[in-house]
């Protein structure tokens, strides 16, 4: 890889988030007041401004909202992931989260994919020796179409 890497940084709000992602779990804050789910960490309820927060495992499951394919490398340190997926995944706790998209290596698997593919949430190695979430489609069903999400 050349030129710097992008490493996010842990701070005393992220921390629980970075270290349960070290452990293989990917954590979510909620309101004790309002009950509103959110990512990433922020130090007051976004919705209610409440101060009082915990962290809870999510699912690791969500559904894909859009995605775009990234032809171009807009830092030095991405340079030799062209091209790669970048999608909005609606976690089923609520947030909407932007993360990679893996796992759809050929035309016609992208091809496949609507707003509406199931998918899974993982954690994938990262510059620092972190763990990053990235979403994978959750698999073909039996006639090789993507999984779609339950209907509302």
Same mark, same amino acid.
């Given at each position: ?25 990917? +954590? ?7 009950? &509103?789910?959110?990512?990433?960490? /922020? ?9 009082? +927060? ?10 894909? #909202?859009? #995605?775009? @394919?990234?032809?171009? *490398?807009?830092?030095?340190?991405? /340079?030799? /992931?062209?091209? #790669? ?15 990679? +998209? ?10 496949? &994919?609507?707003? @509406?593919?199931?998918?899974? %949430? ?11 979430? %990235? ?6 069903? *039996?006639?090789?179409? %993507? ?6």
């Amino acid at each position: 890889m050349t030129g710097p890497r992008i490493v996010p940084e842990s701070t005393e709000l992220t921390a629980a988030f970075w270290s349960a992602a070290a452990e293989g779990r990917i +954590l979510l804050q909620r309101c004790a007041g309002c009950e &509103l789910v959110w990512h990433p960490p /922020a130090p007051v309820c976004p919705g209610c401004r409440g101060d009082v +927060l915990e962290w809870f495992a999510s699912s690791g499951r969500g559904t894909l #909202y859009s #995605y775009t @394919r990234v032809e171009h *490398a807009a830092h030095a340190a991405v /340079a030799d /992931a062209v091209p #790669y997926l970048v999608a909005l995944v609606d976690l089923d706790e609520g947030p909407r989260v932007v993360t990679s +998209l893996v796992g759809v290596d050929d035309a016609s698997a992208v091809s496949a &994919l609507t707003a @509406r593919t199931r998918v899974t %949430i993982e954690l994938g190695p990262a510059a620092a020796g972190l763990q990053l979430p %990235i979403a994978r489609p959750s698999g073909p069903d *039996a006639d090789g179409s %993507i999984d779609p999400a339950p209907p509302a």
